[in-house]
């Protein structure tokens, strides 16, 4: 079973800090995605990437960014984070072919205080 | 662009009842369709799919149609369980495994 590792089921950061949340996935996967969940707005896509140095600014990129320095390892960054980044935020990857679904991990659920 | 449209929720059910979800897509092209099941505290799981037009997409006694037609994918099940409580997600893929997801179907089944 392919599996995504989320660093952290939940965290509690300060306004102003950085936070980095790591996601790994054991299945070679190409393409591999960020996304936050607020109850109302469902999934909302913040970056994704194609490949190993390669991100793409998803819906909501504003105040975040990525780094994916090895194939099965992406990072989301929150450069300085603010209490409107207080949010549940999913990891996902796939194979890049149109056919296959995305694979999820447990989510983080993150609070800026 | 691409859009999904699923059915407003919560949706609350006695145990052993009928299910539908309705959901709708719009898409160019050829898109494979996908639901995700989300448990409490956890991330989204693959429920079932369906990659062309009328297949069946079928998981845990769920089924869905792929109907080019209606361009719908509703998700059934004929008899719930109060382990289905759970939010239920429509997505479609387009090209590069990119997907768009709906908001959100929350179903809640009593005893």
């Known amino acids: 079973d392919v599996k995504v590792t989320q660093s952290s089921r939940y965290l509690v950061k300060r306004t102003g800090e950085k936070v980095f949340l790591e996601c790994v996935q054991d299945m070679d996967h190409e393409n591999m995605f960020w996304y936050r969940q607020d109850p109302g707005l469902g999934l909302r896509l913040i970056y994704f990437?194609?490949?190993?140095?390669?991100?793409e600014k998803g819906d909501i990129p504003e105040g975040y960014s990525v780094s994916r320095e090895k194939k099965e390892r992406f990072s989301l960054i929150l450069e300085s984070a603010s209490t409107n980044q207080t949010s549940m935020y999913l990891c996902?990857?796939?194979?890049?072919?149109?056919?296959?679904?995305?694979?999820f991990g447990d989510g983080t659920r993150l609070s800026i205080l | 662009g691409n859009s999904v449209t699923q059915m407003e929720g919560p949706v609350t059910l006695s145990e052993e009842a009928f299910l539908t979800i309705n959901c709708t897509y719009t898409a160019t092209g050829y898109p494979s369709l996908f639901w995700y099941v989300q448990y409490p505290g956890e991330g989204l799981q693959l429920l079932l799919k369906a990659t062309k037009a009328d297949d069946k997409g079928s998981n845990k006694g769920f089924e869905a149609t792929y109907r080019k037609e209606t361009t719908s994918f509703h998700l059934e099940k004929g008899s719930v369980q109060v382990s289905d409580s759970a939010v239920y997600f429509c997505a479609l893929n387009t090209n590069a495994g990119k997907s768009t997801f709906g908001d959100g179907t929350t179903l809640t089944v009593k005893p």
């Open positions: 990437s194609y490949d190993v140095k390669m991100k």
């Open positions: 996902a990857s796939t194979w890049g072919r149109s056919n296959q679904p995305q694979h």
